[in-house]
């Protein structure tokens, strides 16, 4: 019960995610693309950010080879699924599709093209050094907003430019890293600091990518035409 109480009162206790964690800063481009549509992959999202999973056995005991217990054995299989949806596959979208229409290109008028976004390497680096320092004091020093953790997020942006048939015009690949903490009154729990880690990532890349368009704009919308 105690333990319960400590676990329950760090996640009441950590800041929250709110809307300007996982919306881009409104600052359109000097140079507007023309309307484009903004395309994801979501098998690619998916894929980056895993949508939860459950595993399990199934074993046939008793079930062919004669219903012999022993051989049901061999015809054990492994089972995985998705159990729940993973808000940061979203996150992605909305800061994307924001992008698009609100920094890089002009809403409005007929489209001229697309504008794609693909997700490559990602990875979660863990800093070790506040976890003897908490298991030492119980947790104690914790509650004084000593960190729990710190995690380091990488990812690997693409975003494509193609013309309305769909013909590569330009390709922007950028790679950040961001860090957050897992901490009390000032940090983040276990669970939202990977979103936040998340959002940070793209919104960070996307923002380099969306300067390089625009000192490239005039180049791209005489191809996009």
């Given at each position: ?218 180049e791209i919308s005489k191809k996009?035409?």
């Amino acid at each position: 019960m105690k333990k319960l109480f400590l676990v329950v009162l760090f996640l009441c206790s950590c800041k929250s995610i709110v809307y300007e964690d996982v919306n881009p800063v409104i600052q359109p481009n000097t140079n507007l693309l023309p309307a484009m549509d903004s395309i994801v992959d979501i098998n690619n999202l998916e894929s980056t950010y895993s949508s939860g999973s459950y595993s399990a056995f199934a074993n046939n005991v008793g079930a062919g080879y004669g219903a012999n217990n022993f051989a049901g054995w061999l015809q054990t299989t492994a089972i995985n699924g998705t159990n729940y949806k993973d808000a940061r596959v979203n996150d992605v979208i909305n800061i994307f599709s924001k992008e698009v229409k609100e920094n890089i290109t002009n809403p409005y008028g007929k489209k001229k093209g697309y504008i794609v976004l693909r997700l490559g390497y990602r990875a979660n680096e863990y800093a070790g050094e506040y976890l003897l320092p908490s298991l030492l004091t119980l947790g104690i020093i914790n509650f004084t907003g000593f960190p729990a953790g710190k995690v380091t997020q990488s990812l690997e942006v693409e975003v494509e430019i193609l013309n309305k048939n769909k013909e590569l015009i330009k390709r922007y690949t950028e790679t950040v890293y961001n860090s957050n903490y897992i901490a009390m009154y000032w940090g983040y729990n276990e669970e939202s600091i990977h979103r936040k880690n998340a959002a940070d990532n793209i919104k960070q890349a996307l923002e380099k990518i969306r300067l390089k368009i625009d000192s490239d704009a005039n180049e791209i919308s005489k191809k996009l035409n």
